[in-house]
């Protein structure tokens, strides 16, 4: 991790990149081009002007973000990621879904989210999942392959055996976003107390 992100700081209980959904939005909309704080405010309206200013400081402070100032009149503040080419996929991928950002960031970050996917690299049925992950109930277990097959990253299919079997893995699109995820839950960016609660969503009919 050391050798792809600098000065990223580690803090025993804290907020990472992942969980923050500010943070994680500030970051897909530098992968494209460096911006100012004014377009940054543009293109997140929901956010407060403190607030992104916090954020900002924060992502600099861990060395994901750099800042610049141009040389001529006005002076003007840019924000860049120093590695775009590092969230590049998540940035794809996220711009092309039609959810809410609360959404997905609260469903990618939870506890249990990246155990499940990083099981997913191989075939696995509901029960070779709950084998590995001791602790994790049937209804959190539904409940994420639901939102991960929404998103894209999992695949489910159905076997017509008797009693039916459900395997779910991963799709192109999950293989390839899974490390970024990981990289963006170790990016530590303030302690906290409380872990953000996770979302229990009942799979629909």
């Known amino acids: 991790m050391g050798n792809i992100l600098t000065g990223i700081i580690f803090i025993l209980m804290g907020k990472p990149l992942l969980s923050c959904k500010w943070a994680f939005q500030i970051v897909i909309h530098l992968v494209s081009s460096p911006k100012r704080p004014s ?6 309206p929901d956010i407060d002007s403190r607030v992104l200013f916090d954020r900002l400081r ?12 141009n040389e001529g009149y006005p002076k003007e503040t840019l924000y860049y990621l120093r590695k775009p080419e590092v969230f590049k996929e998540v940035a794809y991928w996220f711009k092309g879904l039609a959810l809410p950002a609360e959404e ?58 008797k009693p039916v079997k459900v395997s779910y893995s991963l799709t ?34």
């Open 172 to 205: 192109e699109k999950g293989m390839s976003i899974l490390p970024v995820l990981i990289k963006m839950r170790e990016i530590i960016l303030y302690s906290e107390k409380k872990r953000s609660p996770c979302p229990s969503l009942e799979r629909g009919s």
């Open 39 to 44: 377009e940054l405010k543009r293109l997140i």
């Open 104 to 161: 997905v960031v609260s469903v990618v970050s939870c506890k249990w989210t990246l155990e499940i996917l990083s099981l997913l690299k191989d075939k696995k049925t509901p029960r070779d999942i709950k084998k590995v992950l001791v602790g994790l109930s049937d209804k959190v277990l539904h409940s994420r392959l639901y939102q991960l097959e929404k998103f894209g990253l999992v695949r489910r299919e159905v076997f017509p055996e």
């Open 58 to 69: 924060r992502l600099v402070r861990a060395g994901l973000v750099g800042k610049k100032e």
